[in-house]
């Protein structure tokens, strides 16, 4: 019976050139020149340091510049709220999440269900949905539907096996 997985997966190496590129961006724009702005990668997070809220919303905006252009989805990413750092700077921390949580692969099961494909079903194992059919068609539809809805998180679908 043909399967594919749903999954939100997010390419650690593509995230790490695009910070990369946005250290070497704000080092050599006249705009952040002397104000020390940086992006760190973390585990699962990114941090932005810099002198003033103004420069640290630009250097977001330049890192989000970055990432687009190398693909990976801005849903991935959770903006935590600006806080002060030490000798006046200013800190924001961005969580990165993959995998797809317990709520959201009820609402995309509830979804493939409410499609009413006579043979697609779908279940949750771990953080990924598998779904399955008798039918091929029926899979490339439902294939269709998840990039075409909003679910909030990046969706992908890998494994499609006849």
Not at 59 to 86: F, T, Y
């Given at each position: 019976m043909p399967t594919f997985d749903v999954v939100s997966e997010v390419d650690m190496q593509e995230v790490r050139n695009a910070?990369?590129?946005?250290?070497?961006?704000?080092?050599?724009?006249?705009?952040?020149?002397?104000?020390?702005?940086?992006?760190?990668?973390?585990?699962?997070?990114?941090?932005?340091?810099?002198?003033?809220?103004?420069?640290?919303?630009?250097?977001?905006?330049?890192?989000?510049?970055?990432?687009?252009?190398?693909?990976?989805?801005?849903?991935?990413?959770?903006?935590?709220?600006?806080?002060?750092?030490?000798?006046?700077?200013?800190?924001?921390?961005?969580?990165?999440?993959?995998?797809?949580?317990?709520?959201?692969?009820?609402?995309?099961?509830?979804?493939?269900?409410d499609m009413n494909l006579k043979g697609a079903s779908s279940q949750t194992q771990g953080d990924q949905v598998r779904v399955s059919s008798k039918k091929r068609d029926d899979l490339q539809t439902v294939i269709q539907a998840l990039k075409e809805g909003d679910f909030g998180i990046p969706l992908q679908c890998t494994n499609f096996r006849d």
């Open positions: 910070v990369d590129q946005a250290n070497r961006e704000a080092g050599t724009r006249f705009d952040f020149k002397g104000t020390d702005s940086s992006v760190e990668l973390g585990s699962g997070e990114l941090v932005l340091h810099s002198t003033t809220e103004d420069r640290l919303r630009a250097l977001h905006q330049v890192l989000e510049e970055k990432l687009v252009r190398r693909q990976v989805s801005l849903k991935a990413l959770e903006d935590k709220k600006a806080e002060e750092a030490a000798k006046g700077t200013v800190r924001q921390h961005i969580a990165i999440h993959a995998g797809i949580s317990a709520d959201n692969a009820k609402r995309i099961n509830k979804f493939i269900k």
